[in-house]
Antibody, heavy 119, light 107 residues
């Protein structure tokens, strides 16, 4: 069974750093792109970027370039999304999702990780 | 950058009725790149339709997608109670983008 399991909710202060995770299982982790999607409270979905676990090739949405960093550790089939200095406006639910092979859509999603940034 | 506009913002219908949701792209796109997702409160999105008209694995046949060029449609032939949710279209251009969503609510 394909699963993407994300790390738990986080509460941080502005200026702090954070790294959230997304562990894939039940499939060949290095053969599928992993994307990240933000959903701010009560709002829609925003695509942040995508990474190829095979060689860590990462592509960022222009809106998120320089704001976050995607990475992977293929030895433990885990993708990461990190911030070096959080802002209040980073408060959101963050989803990882697997890009369907040979497609342009995402067929399996993590359960989401809620990040709350507040002083 | 291609912009996706979904309409209506909210659709108020009763169970058993037909739902028609629209997604319009700001320029002509390949239908291969258009997908639809369903999101229920407190849940992750779920892929319904890819390539504009292909149902994802396990999706009931009351869900169908159609369209080409700039205009795409998601149709739910007869609404079941579990279909009341928010629906998003998504497009791959030079990167991915989502529409703003259509909420299907119980009338």
């Amino acid at each position: 069974e394909v699963q993407l399991v994300q790390s738990g909710a986080e509460v941080k202060k502005p200026g702090e750093s954070l790294k959230i995770s997304c562990k894939g299982s039940g499939y060949s982790f290095t053969s599928y792109w992993i994307g990240w999607v933000r959903q701010m409270p009560g709002k829609g979905l925003e695509w942040m970027g995508i990474i190829w676990p095979g060689d860590s090739d990462a592509r960022y949405s222009p809106s998120f370039q320089g704001q976050v960093t995607m990475s992977v550790d293929k030895s433990i089939t885990t993708a990461y999304l990190q911030w070096s200095s959080l802002k209040d406006s980073d408060t959101a639910m963050y989803y990882c999702a697997r890009r369907r092979t040979s497609g342009y859509d995402f067929d399996f999603w993590g359960q989401g990780a809620l990040v709350t940034v507040s002083s | 950058e291609i912009v996706l506009t979904q309409s209506p913002g909210t659709l108020s219908l009763s169970p058993g009725e037909r739902a028609t949701l629209s997604c319009r792209a700001s320029q002509s796109v390949s239908s291969s790149y258009l997908a639809w997702y369903q999101q229920k409160p407190g849940q992750a999105p779920r892929l319904l339709i890819y390539g504009a008209s292909s149902r994802a694995t396990g999706i009931p046949d009351r869900f169908s997608g159609s369209g080409s060029g700039t205009d795409f449609t998601l149709t739910i032939s007869r609404l079941e109670p579990e279909d009341f949710a928010v629906y998003y279209c998504q497009l791959y251009g030079t990167s991915w983008t989502f529409g703003q969503g259509t909420k299907v609510e119980i009338k």
